[in-house]
């Protein structure tokens, strides 16, 4: 078949809730895609901030199809020698104490709603908590993640959600102080805004964020499903910050392309779920867990977050040398390989016109386009991306 017989019969079959984009991915190479008709795209989108390592890793690859061949699933009603060791290497890494792995990002979030309002309950015994998110943030679809999800189009038609959510400014302190009654019981953010526009967390919000917190005993949930897993320069974001939640989640690059999540819980946190609260069939299986374990191992031995540093500095560059160039890019906004770009309009077409380049961009928000590259790009990946990149917007803006 070839591309638009696909797409017909994708169109027949699959729920129409995306509009996709008119590519039909086949395979991967590095920081490289292909698609059925064999064109070759530069991927400066990772499948939405997730293959860390680019596409056909042998390393990682022999390490899934081992595990498959031994184990693949098991249950969560027994132990399991992969989800020991991925949850020692993930609590390490990210200096929270306990581990639940889920299947997805949304996922993570509802656990981690989950342990704010069962801590709150085992305090004071009642059930009605208020959560206090963040207006433009993005947790998820499912109906709880949903509900956090600080953006009406997406909530409407779903409606009525989870009660008890106010909503306040991201970097603003006081508009969070506004929200806090008796009955909160959490505080969800994303220390980097992701699909809300790329939007980082000044340090002086998030240190203020954490001490009320600790003021109004509140259970801090850092939402770190896109900004985590190196992306940024750190492990985890809010290590460049210092600054250290109550429950933390995690997804997209922790498996490198397996479907995996996880919330963390520290400190008053650890223990506020017991057994019976929450559970999952697939959740931190055999194969999951592999995948994850190796992913830490893989980001420890080639010291990822350091070339993450070196690379986005070079990267940052030349996006503003963009910024200078073109005045229909207003600036720049972004923390290591999670960047976005200002345009004064929408920047949609950007993304279709760079496709035709052989380039694979996403957009952050209506107005800006967004680069979560693999972690592992080069300087000559940055280059070949700005010449491809500038072809397109001078198709769309001129
Ligand atoms: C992608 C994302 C989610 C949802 O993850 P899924 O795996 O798509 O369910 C939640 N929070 C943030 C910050 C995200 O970027």
Known sequence: MNKSEYIDEAE?????????YHIVLDKGEGVYLYDTDGKKYLDFAAGIAVFAFGYHNEEFNEALKSQIDKLIHTSNLYYNVPAIEAA?????VSGMERVFFTNSGTEAIEGAIKVARKYAYNRDGKADHE?????????????GALSVTGNKKYQEAFKPLIGGVKFADFNDLESVKAQITEKTCAIILEPVQGEGGIYPADKEFLEGVRALCDEHDLVLIFDE??????????????QAYGIKPDVMTTAKALGCGVPVGAFLTAG???DAMVPGDH????????FACAAVSKVLDMFEKEKITEHVNEISVYLEK???ELVEQYDFIEGRRGKGLMQGLIFNAPAGDVVVRALEEGLIVITAGTNVLRFVPPLIITEENVDEMIEKLKASIEKVFK
């Open 12 to 20: 027949k079959v699959l729920l129409r809730t995306y509009n996709r």
């Open 88 to 92: 020692k290497k993930l609590t390490r």
């Open 131 to 143: 959560i206090i998110a963040m207006r433009h943030s993005f947790h998820g679809r499912s109906l």
């Open 225 to 238: 499903i896109q900004c985590g897993m190196g992306r940024t320069g750190t492990m985890f974001a809010c």
């Open 268 to 270: 008053k946190a650890v």
């Open 279 to 286: 559970g999952t069939t697939y959740g931190g299986n055999p």
């Open 318 to 320: 030349k996006l503003d």
